[in-house]
């Protein structure tokens, strides 16, 4: 690769008209002898989560990328959250784009500065014994994750979660017609506006991932069980307290029940004390936002059409369920390749890349569980769904949810031991907190600072 001449580029997103924005100034970019490229830049104004993509110049001023592949190695202060002054970027094009050559002065770097509150669109964070708190890293695209995102850390040692653009987007919940095998009390149609983005788990959680955080893992299906969903759960052990099949203690319920945080023997209370994120259990609103990924009633995640029969070819690309592989039996030996759950990951995402949001394991939500969700709203006809905004900042724009309380909670997205019409979007399950079977798992969100 020819020496890289300086070309460059400085860029920042836009932030919130309250918050400082933070500026990209005085971009370079040089390569030594030893072929390591060296970028330096002035951040100002904010701290701010950068981001670094390499351009060359294709003809005259139009300039293309040479693909996050390429560039997710670099070191120093990219990926990351970042101070400011004056800081340093190193790739190593060798390593990840060999055999390239340019001409004098035909590439630049582009240098994002992320604003805090609207930080990039993947992010990967740490949860081995080793983790340092706050330390997640982030990414623009797909392609920029390191590995990319089918790479087995995501399913063992890092959670992997996809930024949701939802605050204030208006979409209709629930099912309509179309879908035959619904039952219209359970899935009515609402309009509905939550009020925040946030991430949410790429994956189902997995036996690894739980492991390393709780330290025990009771799950049913033990063979070939690293990058299988974690399963044989309950709700109680997720927010209230840890390994225990007790009923929650009405202490329990009023000190650790949403929109409070989990308690610290909890799974998501060790999550956080493991990461310094506060993560949490998806609303309603919020899991079946993130399933449809603006896919309206009658199809599924990625576009395609729900066929009404208990045997869906469309259904059977995207998940794990009772007709192309996941059966009825129920064993402790049971491989993915035999029956059961599957390795997460294992079919197609939807059109937000997210995996197995249809079959595989049902998903616990934070709600409370009622029948007719269509009556669940507040006085402005706009906001639905346990929680509708993570930031525990504002509780104004909380809601009690369907209902303070009740006998059951919620849980999504069907499961290996179900037909295709228990996997729609809209379709709704309930158990009691403290149920445990091997069909429910979890997925997580979180805000990390989204606005």
């Known amino acids: 690769m020819k020496k890289l001449i300086i070309a460059s580029l400085a860029a920042a997103t836009s932030a919130a008209l309250s918050a400082a924005v933070p500026e990209i100034s005085g971009v370079t970019m040089s390569q030594g002898i030893s072929r390591l490229v060296t970028i330096t830049y002035t951040l100002a104004d904010a701290p701010a989560v950068i981001t670094l993509d390499v351009q060359t110049n294709v003809t005259g001023d139009v300039w293309a990328s040479i693909g996050g592949g390429a560039v997710w190695n670099a070191t120093g202060d990219v990926w990351k959250k970042v101070e400011t002054g004056s800081r340093t ?44 708190p706050n330390t997640q890293t982030y990414y623009p695209a797909a392609d920029f994750v390191p590995g990319g995102v089918t790479n087995a850390d995501y399913k063992t040692s890092v959670l992997l979660m996809r930024k949701i653009m939802a605050k204030d987007v208006t979409w209709t919940m629930g099912s309509t017609g179309v879908e035959t095998q619904r039952t219209a009390a359970y899935e009515a149609t609402h309009r509905v506006t939550l009020t925040n983005n946030y991430y949410i788990g790429v994956y189902e959680v997995t036996q690894s991932q739980w492991y390393e955080i709780a330290g025990y893992n009771n799950s049913n299906f033990t063979v070939e069980r690293s990058m299988r969903p974690v399963e044989w759960v309950c709700y109680n052990e997720l927010r209230l307290y840890g390994n225990s099949n007790a009923a929650a203690t009405a202490d329990q319920i009023a000190t650790f029940s949403w929109p409070k ?94 995996y197995d949001m249809h079959g595989n394991v049902w998903e616990w939500c934070l709600d409370w569980y009622q029948d007719n969700i269509a009556t669940a709203k507040d006085a402005s006809d706009k906001l639905y769904g346990g929680r509708v905004n993570i930031d525990s900042s504002n509780p104004a724009n909380y809601l009690s949810g369907a209902s303070a309380s009740g006998a059951s909670r919620v849980a999504r997205g069907g499961s290996w031991f179900g037909v295709a019409g228990n996997c729609r979007p809209a379709n709704r399950y309930n158990r009691t907190p403290t149920t445990r079977v091997a069909s429910i798992g979890i997925r997580v969100v979180c805000t990390a600072g989204l606005r």
């Open 89 to 132: 970027i190193t790739w190593r094009p060798d390593h990840s784009w060999p055999d390239h050559k340019i001409a004098d002065g035909g590439a630049r770097a582009v240098v994002t500065a992320w604003a805090l509150d609207n930080t990039p669109d993947y992010m990967a964070v740490d949860i081995t014994a080793a983790a340092q």
């Open 261 to 354: 945080e989990p308690s610290s023997a909890s799974f998501l209370g060790k999550l956080k004390a493991r990461t310094g994120i506060c993560f949490d259990l998806p609303s309603e609103a919020q899991w079946e936002f993130a399933a449809r990924a603006g896919n309206g009633s009658g199809y599924w995640g990625d576009g395609t059409e729900i066929k009404n029969t208990d045997t869906d070819t469309n259904l059977g690309k995207l998940g794990r369920y009772t007709k192309n592989g996941g059966g009825t039996a129920l064993t402790d030996t049971l491989a993915p390749s035999a029956g059961g759950t599957d390795i997460v990951g294992s079919h197609k995402p939807n059109a937000w890349g997210i």
